[in-house]
């Protein structure tokens, strides 16, 4: 392995971790808060790709078209909370679960009715289509850097509103006593409503800022859902810190075990059965460092204050 | 809002007692006997393999019903096991060991060792974290087979023999295959049974309602929930056994998390905790999947608000509302 290549994957492994922080993060928000699971939230990760495709289409601008997919992502985020997740957050967990899982067979075969079940993509905009040169012969894609700062801006704005604001410290207030902040006169559904719009942003964001880069097809979100659970179990749940924490450590991990995994079995195996044990143990890297981090700290990493 | 006792507890007071019913699950399995005859009689014949295919997935939804049912702990990754069954019994056969006595207990020792590792990990957590993290060593087991290059990867690994016993191969007759996966169905539906009329079922159910004060009693939680939870995913690598002999083909679609997915639902479908509505849902569910798939190539997108509309307006599954008409024409 060389440096350059190094570096070149450590800012991937940087990308993927920022993806699924926004992603991660709207997630355990609304499981902070409102104890409730949402398996629908990978869903709309999908639909804010889709979403972009379509608009970034119409418009012809990139800018332009991911406002009117955050906008329409919202659109359909709330009318999902209205219809259906509202008369969910009294229930156990189990029925959560199944109610959102027939949420995802729906809305997955809903993207392959409109859209179509071929991959999509959206052209890179225009003023960042050019790559930077990091050094003598490495030039990394200017969007990924600008995928990567606004995944960063985001997280910044996130802790500010969660650390700094008054809507953020009824937040927190939330996500350790509910029933305590709704007794003090707060309209906890309100709450509940700001939270999950939130999150559902977030998640739309991701999906289209992720359009450029990765091919837009049904069943994305599920793998980006399933990652992101990674994450919140190994950061801890409920905790946006822990989220943050633990998307770098996914991202970072998934991304260099799957490029150096091969190099360094070939340190002591021949190069076919370093290549297939490699492919074998990279894909389960991750989910070995969960197991390790529970195995270690069964709340996760950084877990939220108040929770039991 | 600790997490301890929400998950399946809430279902409790509407649940019917496991094994309960002895007569319901008498006439369940002396219809599923009649299918044969039924098909010969003229009822369409593709009924055959199909209520064999809902029978395997009897026995994987049996399996779940008693850690999620029983035991309260909501797995998402139970498709894993079906898949780890399926693939030892496809290995094995590639490799040329087409013997049922010598792969049931390699399949049911690998099953157990896989349960027992993930188990004492993800137990040691409870609530949503657990559905996680058992959805995640679901998908961990998924990427594996996908980069299994040897035995097929990503395209699934067709079977040239089906497994024998005594040197016969079991599936030759399509009648004979559905007796022995009926056969199996009532073994493992014995089995289960027995094991949650026992001190140790009733543990494992007290347990579900209040960890806190079976511990004080005297008993490991811990330790009966991780054996029950090795229990449940040997029987469900059975049925990946029944299910690889079916389809002659094994692939990494077999424990998609959707699949797991789909055991729930079944489990719930038929009514929580209650073993003979975990046979009634599968069989519902293959039956609706079947009819569905006949009319769209979209049937999700008609099943999946079909779930939805399940979980927001019935209780207790098909049992409870068996058991609702009971009750209203006794009274």
């Known amino acids: ?308 | 809002m600790s997490a301890a006792p929400t998950t399946a507890g809430a279902a409790g007071s509407t649940q019917s007692r496991p094994g309960s019913r002895p007569l319901l699950a008498l006439v369940l399995f002396a219809a599923l006997a009649l299918v044969p005859a039924a098909v010969s009689l003229g009822v369409p014949a593709h009924w055959l393999s199909l209520v064999t295919r809902a029978m395997i997935f009897a026995i994987a939804a049996l399996s779940l019903d008693l850690i999620l049912g029983v035991g309260g702990l909501v797995s998402f990754g139970h498709a894993a096991f079906i898949g780890i069954g399926a693939y030892v019994t496809g290995i094995m056969i590639t490799e040329g060991r087409t013997e049922t006595l010598l792969i049931l207990p390699v399949l049911l020792v690998v099953c157990a060792i896989f349960a027992a590792v993930t188990g004492a990990v993800s137990l040691r957590t409870r609530g949503v974290a657990f559905i996680m993290i058992t959805l995640a060593f679901g998908q961990m087991v998924f990427f594996l087979a996908q980069a299994l290059s040897a035995y097929g990867g990503d395209d699934g690994l067709t079977l040239y023999a089906r497994s024998t016993i005594a040197g016969l191969d079991i599936a030759a007759s399509r009648t004979g295959f559905f007796y022995i996966v009926l056969g199996a169905l009532i073994g493992c539906y014995g089995l289960v049974c027995i094991i949650v009329a026992s001190r140790f079922g009733r543990v494992l159910r007290a347990a579900r309602e209040n960890a806190t004060r079976v511990t004080v009693t005297g008993y490991d939680v811990g330790r009966v929930r991780l054996i029950a939870y090795v229990i449940s995913g040997m029987i469900a690598g059975l049925s990946g056994f029944f299910l690889a002999n079916q389809t002659e083909f094994v692939s990494p679609a077999f424990m998609s998390w959707q699949r797991s997915g789909e055991l729930i639902f079944m489990v719930v479908l038929g009514g929580v905790g209650s073993l003979h509505g975990a046979i009634i849902g599968a069989l519902a569910f293959l039956f609706a999947e079947d009819v569905l798939a006949g009319i769209t190539e979209h049937w999700k997108a008609i099943f999946g608000p079909l779930i939805v509309l399940f979980v927001l307006f019935t209780r207790g599954g098909i049992v409870g509302i068996l058991a609702r008409i009971r009750g209203r024409s006794d009274g």
């Open chain 1, 1 to 308: 392995m060389t440096t350059s290549l190094l570096i070149v994957q450590i800012l991937n492994g940087l990308q993927l971790g920022v993806l699924l922080f926004l992603v991660a993060a709207g997630l355990t928000l609304v499981f902070g808060v409102m104890d409730f699971i949402n398996l629908a939230h990978g869903v709309q990760y999908m639909l804010g790709a889709y979403l972009a495709v379509t608009f970034v289409g119409l418009t012809g601008s990139f800018v332009l078209g991911l406002l009117l997919a955050l906008a329409a992502a919202l659109v359909i985020g709330l009318a999902l909370e209205f219809l259906v997740f509202r008369h969910l957050y009294e229930r156990d967990h189990l029925d959560q679960v199944l109610a959102t899982f027939g949420l995802i067979l729906l809305l997955n075969q809903g993207v392959k009715i409109v859209w179509g079940a071929a991959p999509l993509s959206v052209p890179v905009p225009e003023f960042l289509s050019g790559s930077v040169r990091l050094m003598d012969g490495i030039l990394y894609p200017t969007y990924r850097f600008a995928l990567i700062g606004a995944g960063l801006a985001v997280g910044g704005l996130l802790w500010f509103i969660v650390e700094r604001t008054r809507t953020g410290m009824l937040l927190r207030a939330g996500a350790s006593n509910a029933p305590m902040v709704s007794a003090l006169g707060v309209d906890i559904r309100k709450l509940f409503m700001v939270v999950f719009a939130f999150g559902t942003m977030l998640a739309g964001f991701a999906g289209a800022m992720a359009a450029p880069i990765l091919s837009v097809e049904p069943g994305m979100g599920d793998t980006v859902l399933i990652l992101a659970f990674v994450v919140i179990v190994v950061g801890g749940i409920g905790s946006i810190r822990g989220a943050f924490v633990g998307a770098l450590i996914v991202g970072l991990v998934d991304t260099l075990g799957r490029s150096f995994m091969n190099d360094l079995l070939r340190l002591f195996m021949s190069a076919p059965s370093a290549r297939a044990t490699g492919a074998a143990l990279s894909s389960m890297l991750i989910y070995l460092v969960m197991a390790i981090v529970l195995f270690v700290r069964p709340e996760g990493l950084l877990p939220a204050k108040g929770r039991t």
